[in-house]
């Protein structure tokens, strides 16, 4: 909205200056010297992004106007300057947000460190100490990467399940299938388990989310089908875990995010000091 909002009033301002032009008399010098001092302008109003637009109106309509390209070579490193540490702020706040949320769902979680795993994983609490290997159901867990990723196991009755589902009062969603490899699919003593990655089982993740979920029915999908209900404990397992990827995949985008921008303010800051000695 405001990308729109900007190029409509920069629309007005060349319109008006071409105006101007055709009842003046004025020469591309007068206009490009016009689009500087609106550019100006905008820059002193606080308008960041309309003052780049109208210094790339310039560039694009009156390359060949010097005088007018060296000013705008100036005003452009300053609004980038104001831009980038308004997006810096709010960034910051984004950050320190959800820092706070990963916090607060750390009390529902506990570190699991197996010595024969690769690397450890979070896990509800209620799941530190049971052994999912035993029992019919599934186990949401969440990398120190912030990774979000779901075990299925099933003991009732095999069915070479390749993938399973949940079905509730907002409908039914899916993970992708895994084929049997003897790997992420494993069977193993009348134990059929599958890890699910990421995209393949994030459906379930955002599912168990909605407030109105009500009661929800597993379904393991192989050879044939076996249905049962969804644990408390299962539910909680996936929901609190996909909130917790999801706050700690934030938190790393906005920390990528800030190292950027403070690339760029510096960048801009010197650009500034450069354009200022032309």
């Known amino acids: ?17 071409a105006m101007t032009a055709c009842g003046g008399g004025n020469t591309e010098k007068q206009l490009a010297d016009g689009l500087v001092s609106s550019a100006d302008s905008a820059l002193n109003a606080g308008n960041y992004a309309m003052t780049i637009e109208l210094l790339d109106t310039l560039q694009s309509k009156y390359p060949g106007q010097v005088d007018a390209q060296r000013k705008g070579m100036h005003i452009r490193p300053l609004a980038m300057e104001k831009m980038t540490v308004t997006e810096m702020q ?59 990723y779901i075990i299925s196991s099933l003991t009732a009755r095999p069915v070479k ?37 990421g995209a393949e089982c994030d459906t379930l993740g955002h599912f168990l989310q909605t407030p109105n979920a009500g009661k929800v029915t597993l379904t393991f999908k192989g050879n044939s089908n076996y249905s049962t209900p969804l644990s408390t404990n299962d539910s909680r397992s996936i929901a609190l875990a996909y909130t917790l990827s999801e706050a700690m995949e934030m938190s790393k985008k906005l920390s990528a995010k800030r190292n950027f921008l403070d690339k760029q303010l510096l960048l801009a800051r010197d650009q500034a000091a450069r354009t200022a000695k032309d």
């Not at 390749?162 to 009062?169: D, F, N």
């Open 1 to 17: 909205m405001c990308n729109v909002v900007s190029k409509a009033a920069i629309a007005v301002t060349v319109a008006s200056l």
């Open 161 to 197: 399940h390749t993938s399973i589902s949940l079905k509730g009062a907002e409908g039914e969603v899916s993970t992708s299938e895994v084929a049997y490899d003897g790997d992420r699919n494993y069977r193993s003593g009348g134990t059929e388990m599958i890890t699910f990655i």
């Open 90 to 148: 709010m960034t910051d706040s984004l950050q320190a947000y959800y820092a706070h949320v990963c916090d607060s769902l750390m009390d529902y979680f506990t570190f699991v460190n197996n010595p024969e795993l690769v690397e450890g994983y979070y896990v509800i609490k209620e799941y530190a100490n049971s052994t999912l290997f035993n029992r019919t159901g599934v186990e949401a867990r969440v990398s120190p990467d912030g990774d979000f």
